[in-house]
């Protein structure tokens, strides 16, 4: 019980947010130009470049679309799950 | 999980999918050169990142209330300048930013007086707003940052009513009173334009301040996917334009090759859906007069 | 008085003897507003920074909601803070009061006690410290000038060993603004006493970042105030250790509970600030004419300490309650307060209820020696 409810960052307290998709961003990687134009943009900072190509992290993204959307070339697909 | 971007501000936090104030706090925050201790005030971005026992913030980070995010970090920042100053730094000696967040109704209503007594102290501290345009935490009421026709919960569109009857309050024209080094407002859609003014207010060994578009998608009732599109219609229509007051010399930083009609932007949204009738046409053409009236008037002041 | 250290006698009115006590502390943030009576303490203080005799962070905020704001911020950060205030200042505190203690942070507050509106008043009585006794913060009250630097100093140590935010209060105008003589200590002895602050999870601490003021719903909240609560009972036996460790450098004793003759005493009259020392007087006065007569200062109003109380009341025939502030709608504070005392202990007891003094209005030894003798017949001495 923390004094104050003073409390320190802990990943594994932490809900992960995979959880609340219900749509499901794929990225196709031939189209993944790797301009990383979705990373910044994604809420919840689940997308890093791999080999240049844009990899999405199932654990935190929460499934909102907004990767597809900013996509210059629509390499990802929502699809449902 | 992107662990560069997210080394101030981690996943795992509950805002809604498809929120824009997460890009906006790691875009800020991304561009510190040094550590950063945060002040937020009550708000969306606060109740959704600290949610007991698990709290999304990497960096020191302090909620005290919803009107005195200001007035917090001035206590912060003066307890790092006397410490430092007698070799009682916890930690050992190093440079930090002192940065606030708060949301338009923690700072242009309820924190304004604390806000405007932090800037006049002259603390070294940078303000963000993500500018939602209304109380979206408890649920989508009005604030003074509310744009004018937009219903809410508080000003619902009905059969004796249009929405919102009151003009955006002029924020930054307020904070600008205060001759703070430097102001700006940027959107989320823009994150160059963005990322450079962050930098820039960052930079100030004073008081800085970033008025941020930050549109949401549960209130404003767009689907989870579009804050970024939407967010760059407000600018290409010139509903948001972006622009700095550097020692209070005002400019514009970008600005849409050919501008689009404010309805490209109002269509978009579910708060403004009721003003696309017959009976609320004059709304809209007043709102159009209004977005052309603001922005000729800030052209005005770049040209002084 | 104690032989081996020199000590320093002045004439100085209670706020200012707060200011002295706070320059030889020299707290490291002072956000600060103006509010009579409380007001010389600061531009006391302020002087002493102008002339370079102490290096204090004062913070002139806008308001008393930004001083409590911006102690708690820098709390938080790890330094000791001080600041002050009166009346409608600590009214408008009220909401930061209870995050301050929530938060289990040392801010030491002293205040001039001062009637709250409406209508308005700017003398001294009880009602705004009694409108935030629930707040958690402690509160101790001051009879006197030198009760007032003795207990800022003890104040200070105490709230950054509990690690709770504490109230020194002393009546305004009646106290603060009224020149007594006092001794004060060597600042050395005073330093050394106080010691520096060590925050346990300081917010500059970057390399170890933590979240103040999380979101504790349903299934946490509960248990952090019932935290909070322990933490808050068990400061009063860490008071009682500091003020014995202050009478070995001073003399002078402090504790819950000031008893004046009340060893033998029939009746007994309750009560605290600047009107005990009268209330002493005529004590006296009946003593010497044979009356049973006696009384117990309120020092440590919270946390209450009600067994220590009913042990001291328990002999008595009657109990003779003196509140300097209403509690409108039912019995005022310290009355309320001491029933409970005695029925915890089944003593049910003739238990009278005065109020007195409020918004400034004075009181008098014959007054107070009619209400021993029970010739007082209005609960309202004015």
């Given at each position: ?52 190509k ?28 | ?37 945060v ?18 913030w ?18 912060v ?18 440079k ?6 708060g ?27 993500y500018?939602?345009e ?6 989508n ?9 937009a ?19 002029n924020?930054?024209?307020i ?32 008081p ?5 578009f ?9 689907p ?81 | ?9 002045l ?6 003897a ?17 509010i ?76 001039s006690?001062?009637?709250l ?36 100093i003890?104040?200070m ?32 002895m ?23 003021g ?8 509960f ?8 933490a ?10 500091i ?37 002493k ?5 009946l003593?010497?004419k ?11 109003f ?51 209820s ?23 017949k209005?609960k309202?001495?004015?």
């Open positions: 019980m923390e004094h104050g409810a003073v409390i320190k960052h802990d990943e594994t307290k932490g809900p992960k947010t995979g959880a609340w998709r219900y749509m499901h961003p794929e990225v196709d990687k031939e189209k993944c130009i790797g301009c990383a134009t979705c990373v910044p943009f994604c809420p919840e900072a689940s997308i890093e470049m791999k080999e240049n844009a990899d999405i992290d199932y654990d935190y993204c929460k499934g909102c679309g907004v990767c597809a959307e900013v996509c210059p070339v629509k390499a990802i697909m929502m699809k449902k799950k | 999980m992107n662990k560069e971007l997210a080394k101030h501000f981690f996943s795992g936090h509950s805002a809604c999918a498809g929120c824009a104030f997460p890009a906006i706090v790691r875009a800020v925050l991304g561009e510190a050169s040094c550590e950063v201790v002040a937020n005030a009550t708000g969306c971005l606060e109740v959704t990142s600290s949610l007991y026992p698990y709290t999304a990497k960096t020191p980070w302090i909620h005290n209330a919803f009107e005195n995010a200001a007035a917090t970090i001035s206590g920042e003066r307890a790092y300048e006397i410490m430092k100053r007698k070799k009682r730094l916890p930690g050992g000696d190093k930090i930013k002192f940065v606030a967040f949301g338009d109704g923690g700072t242009y209503d309820i924190g304004l007086q604390s806000l405007s007594g932090a800037l006049e102290r002259g603390h070294n501290f940078l303000y963000v707003l500018d939602n209304g109380y979206m935490n408890t649920g009421q009005r604030s003074s940052a509310t744009p004018y026709g219903a809410t919960e508080t000003t619902p569109s009905g059969r004796a009513s249009f929405g919102k009857t009151e003009l955006r309050k924020l930054m024209d904070v600008a009173a205060h001759h703070i080094p430097y102001l700006a407002q940027a959107n989320v859609a823009y994150l160059a334009d963005l990322k450079k003014k962050a930098q820039k207010a960052l930079a100030v060994e004073g800085s301040f970033l008025t941020v930050s549109p949401c998608t549960n209130n404003w009732k767009f989870t996917s579009q804050y970024v599109a939407i967010a760059k219609l407000a600018t290409e229509t010139n509903f948001w334009p972006l622009y700095e007051i550097e020692n209070g010399k005002y400019k514009i930083t970008s600005e849409p090759k050919n501008v689009k009609p404010l309805t490209d932007f109002l269509k978009t949204q579910g708060r403004f859906k009721h003003l696309f009738s017959e009976k609320n046409k004059p709304v809209l053409e007043r709102m159009q007069q209004i977005t052309n009236e603001e922005f000729a008037r800030l052209v005005s002041l770049t040209e002084k | 008085m104690n032989k081996n250290n020199s000590t320093k006698k004439a100085l009115t209670g706020g200012a707060a200011a002295e006590a706070l320059k030889q502390i020299e707290p490291e943030v002072m956000p600060i507003y103006p009579t009576p409380q007001t010389p303490i600061i531009e006391t203080y302020a002087k002493f920074q102008a002339d370079g005799e102490v290096d204090t962070e004062m913070i002139k905020v806008e308001s008393e909601h930004s001083a409590m704001s911006a102690a708690i911020g820098a709390s938080s950060a790890g330094a000791r803070v001080v600041t002050a205030t009166s009346s409608q200042g600590l009214a408008l505190m009220h909401e930061v009061l209870y995050i301050a203690s929530g938060t289990r942070l040392p801010i030491l507050m002293i205040i006690a001062r009637a509106g409406a209508p308005i008043n700017i003398h001294g009585d009880h009602s705004d410290v009694m409108g935030c006794r629930d707040s958690g913060w402690l509160q101790i009250f001051c009879e006197n000038a030198q009760e007032v630097y003795d207990k800022t003890i104040g140590k105490l709230a950054e060993k509990v690690n709770l935010p504490v109230m020194v209060i002393m009546d305004g105008f009646n106290t603060s603004h009224s020149v007594e003589n006092l001794e004060v200590l060597e600042t050395a005073v330093k050394d006493f106080v010691g520096e602050r060590t925050a346990i999870t300081p917010l500059l601490d970057t390399k170890n970042p933590v979240s103040y999380p979101v504790a719903l349903q299934n946490s909240y248990e952090f105030k019932i935290d909070q609560e322990q808050t009972n068990d400061a009063a036996a860490e008071y009682q250790k003020a014995q460790a202050y009478q070995e450098i001073s003399g002078r004793r402090y504790g819950f509970f000031e008893t004046y003759h009340t060893k033998d005493a029939e009746r007994i009259m309750v009560l605290t600030g600047s009107a005990t020392g009268t209330a007087v005529v004590v006296d006065k003593r010497a044979g009356e049973k007569v006696g009384l117990v200062k309120i020092e440590l919270r946390p209450f300490l009600h067994q220590e109380l009913s042990a001291i009341l328990k002999n008595a025939q009657e109990i003779i309650v003196l509140d300097r502030a209403q509690s409108i709608g039912t019995t005022p504070p310290f009355y309320t307060e001491i029933v409970n005392s005695l029925y915890q202990i089944g003593e049910i007891k003739k238990i009278k005065f109020v007195y003094g409020l918004g400034g209005r004075d009181i008098f030894q014959a007054q107070i020696e009619d209400v021993f003798m029970g010739k007082f209005d309202y001495i004015k």
